[in-house]
C-alpha cells in the first residue's frame, strides 16, 4: 500500500459544489435581513448569523481540543486520519472574522442587536429608564460590548495554537525520523506536547467565557454553571460525525484505504458515548433547574418546553435516543452506512440543538421588548410615563399562548391569581378604593392597570403562534446552514490538499495502522 504520496485534490467539482452552498447561504442570509414583522428589527439575520457562527466556529475549536487531548494522552489510534481534524482547524481563522464583525455590530448598536442581546439594550441598562432592569445591569461587568469583542481575541489565540499544531505536523513530514540512545521521541512530537500541554487550560477557560458571552447571555436572566460543558460536548461530538462524514467521502475518492472496522469502530464509540454524556449533561442541568424551581432559572426551560415543545422533544429524539439505539449494538459501530447517517443524523442534531439555544431565547426578548411597547402605549393613552413590568406580567409574557384559558384570570369577572374583577378581591384588596390591610388603592390606578392587560392581550394577538425561523428552523435558516457548512468545507479542502494525508513521520503512525494498543512507537534508527 503507497500512502506516501496520498494527496487529496480539491477538484473543480468539489470547488462548485461548495462555492454553490455559500451562494445559497449568502442570498438566504441577505433575505432573512427584512424577513419578519417591522418591529422585529432584523432578528431573523442577526439570530442566523450568530446562530450558525457559533456552530462551525465550535467545531473547528474542538478539533483543535481533538489533536490537544490525544497528543497529552500519547494517543496513537487517530494518526491515520489526524489530516482530517487539522484540516478544520483553519476556520478559527474566519471564526475570528465572523465574531469581529459581530462584535463591532454589538458595539455600535446595530438596529437588531438590542434584540439579540438585551444587555445591549440602553433602555435596560441605565439606571435612569423606567425599563432599567437591575440584574441586567447588574451583570454587565461582564456580559457588555468590549466583552463580547474579546471573544475574536480569543479565537485568535486559539487560531495560533491551531497554526503551530498544523505546522509542527507538517514539518515533521520532511524530517526524517531518527531516535537517540537518550530520546526516543522526536523533536516536533514534543514540541507538539508543549503546545498541547498550554493549550488545554486556555480552552478549557476561555471556551467558557465564550459560551457565556454568545449563547449563555442570550437569556440575559438565566445562568448555569453545566452551560460551558454542555455546549462544548454538542460541538465535540458534531466534530467527531463530521470528521467520519469526511473520511467516508475521502474513502470513496480512494484515500484513507488503511482505515479500518477498528478506527470505524473507535469513532463510532466516541459518537455514541459523547451522545449519552451529553444527556447526561442536558438532564443534569434540566432536573436541578426544576428542582430548584428559581424563576431566573426555570424560564429558560419553561419557555422552550411551553412555546417550542416539537422542538424540545426532537432535540432528546436526535441526539440521545435516535444514537443511543442504533449504536448500541457493536455492529452498528463498524458498519459503514450505519455509523455515516447515524453521524448525519447527530450532526444535524446537534444544529437543532444551538438553534434551540439560541433562538427561543432572542424570541422571547422580542415578545418581552413589544409587552412593554403596547402597554407603555396604554399608559401614554392616560398622559403618564411610569410602566414596568411586575412578575405577573412576566409570566404572561412567557405564557401569551395560553393566556385566554391558563394566565389565571377569569374574564367572566373571576380570576384565580386572587383578583377580583368585578370589586371584589380575596387577597384582602378591595377595588373599590379601600382595602382589608388599611392601605387606600387608587381608582385611576386600578384603571391603568387593567388598561394595561388590555393592551397586553392585544399586544400577544399580533404576535403570531407559530412562525418558520423562530419555532422551527425555516427555509432561510436551512439555506443560511449550507451556506456555512459550504464556507466550512471549502476551507476545510483547500486546506487538506497542502499536505499529504499520510503523515509518514509520525512515530505513533505504525500504532494507528496495526491499532496496536501496545506502546509500539519507537524505531530502530535507519
Known amino acids: 500500500m503507497n500512502n506516501q504520496n496520498d494527496t487529496f485534490v480539491f477538484d473543480n467539482k468539489t470547488k462548485i459544489f461548495t462555492v454553490s452552498l455559500?451562494?445559497?447561504?449568502?442570498?438566504?442570509?441577505?433575505?432573512?435581513?427584512?424577513s419578519g414583522a417591522e418591529d422585529m428589527h432584523h432578528l431573523r439575520f442577526w439570530t442566523n448569523y450568530l446562530h450558525n457562527s457559533v456552530f462551525f466556529v465550535g467545531i473547528?475549536?474542538?478539533?483543535?481540543?481533538?489533536?490537544?487531548?490525544?497528543?497529552?494522552?500519547?494517543?496513537g489510534w487517530h494518526i491515520l486520519f489526524k489530516r482530517v481534524p487539522e484540516?478544520?482547524?483553519?476556520?478559527?481563522?474566519?471564526?475570528?472574522i465572523l465574531f469581529a464583525i459581530l462584535g463591532l455590530a454589538i458595539y455600535f448598536n446595530v438596529s437588531g442587536t438590542e434584540l439579540l442581546y438585551l444587555w445591549n439594550d440602553k433602555e435596560y441598562m441605565d439606571p435612569a429608564s423606567e425599563h432599567f432592569d437591575e440584574l441586567a445591569y447588574h451583570k454587565s461587568s461582564f456580559v457588555n460590548p468590549i466583552a463580547y469583542l474579546l471573544t475574536a481575541v480569543v479565537i485568535v489565540v486559539w487560531s495560533f495554537f491551531a497554526f503551530m499544531f498544523r505546522k509542527l505536523s507538517f514539518d515533521q513530514d520532511n524530517t526524517e525520523y531518527t531516535v537517540t540512545v537518550n530520546d526516543s521521541v522526536p523533536v516536533h512530537t514534543k514540541k507538539t506536547r508543549i503546545y498541547a500541554a498550554a493549550f488545554l487550560p486556555i480552552a478549557g477557560f476561555s471556551s467558557a467565557y465564550c459560551i457565556w458571552q454568545w449563547v449563555m447571555s442570550v437569556d440575559t436572566h438565566w445562568y448555569s454553571t453545566l452551560f460551558a460543558w454542555y455546549a462544548t460536548v454538542s460541538l465535540w461530538v458534531s466534530m467527531v460525525a463530521l470528521v467520519y462524514m469526511t473520511i467516508l467521502f475521502l474513502r470513496s475518492r480512494g484515500h484513507l484505504q488503511g482505515f479500518s472496522a477498528e478506527h470505524t469502530h473507535d469513532l463510532g464509540k466516541y459518537i455514541f458515548g459523547f451522545s449519552v454524556f451529553w444527556t447526561y449533561l442536558w438532564f443534569s442541568q434540566f432536573l436541578l433547574i426544576w428542582y430548584s424551581n428559581n424563576g431566573e432559572e426555570t424560564q429558560y426551560f419553561f419557555i422552550r418546553f411551553e412555546q417550542f415543545k416539537p422542538l424540545f422533544f426532537a432535540n432528546i429524539?436526535?441526539?440521545?435516543?435516535?444514537?443511543?439505539?442504533?449504536?448500541?449494538?457493536?455492529?452498528?459501530?463498524?458498519?459503514?452506512?450505519?455509523?455515516?447517517?447515524?453521524?448525519?443524523?447527530?450532526?444535524?442534531g446537534h444544529w437543532l440543538d444551538f438553534y434551540q439555544m439560541i433562538k427561543p431565547g432572542v424570541w422571547y426578548n422580542y415578545e418581552h421588548k413589544s409587552h412593554i411597547s403596547h402597554a407603555h402605549h396604554g399608559h401614554d393613552a392616560h398622559g403618564e410615563n411610569t410602566y414596568k413590568m411586575n412578575e405577573n406580567e412576566a409570566k404572561a409574557v412567557l405564557t401569551y399562548y395560553q393566556h385566554d384559558e391558563n394566565d389565571g384570570h377569569d374574564h367572566d369577572g373571576h380570576?384565580?391569581?386572587?383578583?377580583?374583577?368585578?370589586g371584589h378581591a380575596e387577597d384582602g384588596h378591595d377595588h373599590d378604593g379601600h382595602s382589608d390591610d388599611g392601605h387606600a388603592h387608587d381608582d385611576h390606578a386600578d384603571t391603568h392597570a387593567h388598561g394595561d392587560e388590555d393592551h397586553a392581550h392585544a399586544a400577544h394577538a399580533e404576535i403570531p403562534s407559530f412562525m418558520f425561523g423562530v419555532h422551527a428552523p425555516g427555509f432561510l435558516e436551512i439555506g443560511t446552514f449550507l451556506g456555512f457548512l459550504g464556507l466550512f468545507l471549502y476551507v476545510m479542502f483547500s486546506s487538506m490538499a497542502k499536505v499529504s494525508l499520510y503523515p509518514k513521520n509520525d512515530p505513533y503512525l505504525q500504532e494507528s495502522e496495526h491499532h496496536d494498543t501496545g506502546i509500539g512507537v519507537v524505531k530502530e534508527p535507519h
Open 87 to 96: 484540516a478544520m482547524m483553519p476556520f478559527l481563522y474566519i471564526g475570528a
Open 317 to 348: 429524539l436526535i441526539n440521545f435516543v435516535a444514537p443511543f439505539f442504533i449504536l448500541m449494538m457493536n455492529t452498528s459501530k463498524r458498519t459503514l452506512g450505519t455509523l455515516g447517517f447515524t453521524a448525519g443524523l447527530v450532526f444535524f
Open 415 to 422: 380570576a384565580e391569581d386572587g383578583h377580583d374583577h368585578d
Open 60 to 75: 473547528a475549536f474542538a478539533a483543535v481540543l481533538f489533536m490537544s487531548t490525544h497528543t497529552m494522552a500519547w494517543g
Open 22 to 34: 455559500m451562494v445559497i447561504g449568502a442570498l438566504c442570509l441577505f433575505l432573512s435581513w427584512n
